[in-house]
Structure formats: C-alpha cells, structure tokens
C-alpha cells in the first residue's frame, strides 16, 4: 500500500538546541561522516529530560545522495513531521509494540511522566507482525530530517536500520537503499524495503526515562496515559491518534487497543 505525499510541518519539533554532528553521524554521507566517542553522563536513573546529544549514537549506513527511508510505528504514523515524498504501509516481523518508555519532553512531564510506544522483540512465528508506515525522505532532504528525528528521539537510546515487509507474500519486489530488487520471502510476506531507520527505547541504563511494563499491567499503564500531559499535549491523545491510525490502515494490534479502552473509561468518569 504506497501513497505519495509530501508534508513539512516541522513546528511541533522545531528547537533552538544546536544538535551535534556525532547525532547524524553516517557512513558515506559527504559532510557528516565524522564520528566521536559519546559518554553518556553519569547520573542516577531517574525521569528527568536531556540535551538532544546524550545518546551515544553509532554511524548510520547511508550512501551518498541517496533516498532515506523512515519506519514509524507510533506517532510518526499520524503526525509524520518532515517533508516526504512517498508513503509505504509496512509491517516488522519479531517485534511488537509496548508503552513501555516514559516521556518527559513531549507527553509528560519530570514530576508526571507519560508513557510513550516502543518496540520490543517477540516470536516472528507466533506474533503478528508490527504495523507502521515507512517515508521515503529525498536525498536533498537527509541531514535535514535527521537532525529533526534526533531532537524528536532525543529520549529513545537506540536507532536502528531495518528491513520491512509487505505482509501479503507472493515476491514483491523490494525497495533497497541503492534501488536494488530484495528477493527475501517469508510468513510476512516479502522484504519490500531495506535498510530503513527507526528509533526504540530499550533498558538499557543509559535510557533515564524506561519505565518498563508497571506492576498493575494495563490498568497501571492507563491511569498514568489518562492523567499525564506534556508540551506536546495530553498523553492520551498520544493513544487514541495511535488507535485510529492503526483502523485507518485495518490493523488490529489487541494491545493497543485494550489499552486505549482502559483509558477512555478513565477519561469519560473524569469527565462526567
């Protein structure tokens, strides 16, 4: 499923801070190939936001004056955010979604984080896969969407290059970073994009704001999305854009949307 679109509203995410070229750091990219060390400051992992270069970040594999594509699989799925040129609904076998980081920048604050989507690993065999949409970002426009995705990730620790599938089987021909035909099959489908670029939030220590699955399960998750608000607006927004997004691409993800049920309950006894 493609569609073509272009979109540059970048105001939600627009920053004053100066993001260091360690940030957009790639492989073979005139201009930004130049890498150094990070050391993440040691603190005490608690909630708190960060400059936009305290993940260390490692080079990303990107040939000169080509395309970039984009994985979303949260709110870059309905409020992409930078200029575009073409739009894939894609799926990522071996990984679901989860509400598992916290946001102090964005849906929550310091005192009151939100949680936001992240990706974990699961059984490709016995799980669907994860739904999303991939963007395909001109090579004019590479250095500019990085730096945008980085202050937006600035909270996720790990970027990382993936490859996505049709869902649909039957040998598609796949879309590769050089415009190469991908030939790789599997119960997902065939590979119809290569190498696109996502951001998740891990456990690792360096992530000061991982919140992990809470004690209480999905009632203890939707009581904090109900209740926090952040710069970006209400964390439960955050989660019901997300819902709707994922009908408007007929995609049913149980998690999500039980989730989202607990947190109407919430929000409508609040309101009544």
Not at 196 to 207: S, W
Request: hydrophobic content about 35%.
């Amino acid at each position: 499923r493609k569609t073509s679109a272009r979109f540059a509203d970048t105001t939600m995410y627009a920053s004053s801070r100066a993001v260091s070229s360690a940030c957009v750091s790639v492989t073979g990219r005139t201009g930004t190939g130049r890498t150094r060390t990070m050391t993440p400051r040691k603190v005490a992992k608690t909630p708190m936001d960060h400059p936009v270069d305290y993940m260390p970040r490692a080079p990303l594999d990107l040939p000169i004056d080509e395309h970039l594509w984009v994985f979303g699989y949260g709110s870059i799925v309905w409020k992409v955010g930078f200029e575009y040129d073409e739009r894939v609904v894609c799926c990522l076998p071996g990984y679901r979604r989860r509400f598992h980081q916290g946001s102090t920048d964005h849906r929550g604050t310091v005192a009151r984080p939100g949680r936001t989507v992240t990706l974990e690993e699961c059984d490709a065999t016995k799980e669907p896969p994860c739904w999303g949409a991939a963007y395909r970002v001109a090579p004019k426009n590479v250095n500019q969407v990085l730096q945008l995705l980085e202050i937006r990730e600035k909270q996720y620790d790990k970027r990382m290059q993936i490859d996505l599938f049709d869902g649909v089987g039957g040998g598609m021909n796949g879309i590769g970073s050089s415009g190469s035909t991908a030939t790789t099959t599997s119960s997902h489908g065939s590979v119809i994009i290569r190498n696109a670029l996502t951001y998740i939030a891990t456990k690792d220590p360096v992530n000061l704001n991982w919140l992990g699955e809470p004690a209480g399960g999905v009632a203890e998750s939707a009581a904090q999305i109900a209740n926090a608000v952040g710069p970006s607006g209400p964390n439960c927004a955050y989660l019901f854009n997300l819902c709707d997004a994922m009908r408007s691409i007929e995609v049913e993800d149980q998690y999500l949307f039980d989730l989202e049920r607990e947190v109407r309950k919430i929000v409508h006894e609040r309101e009544a």
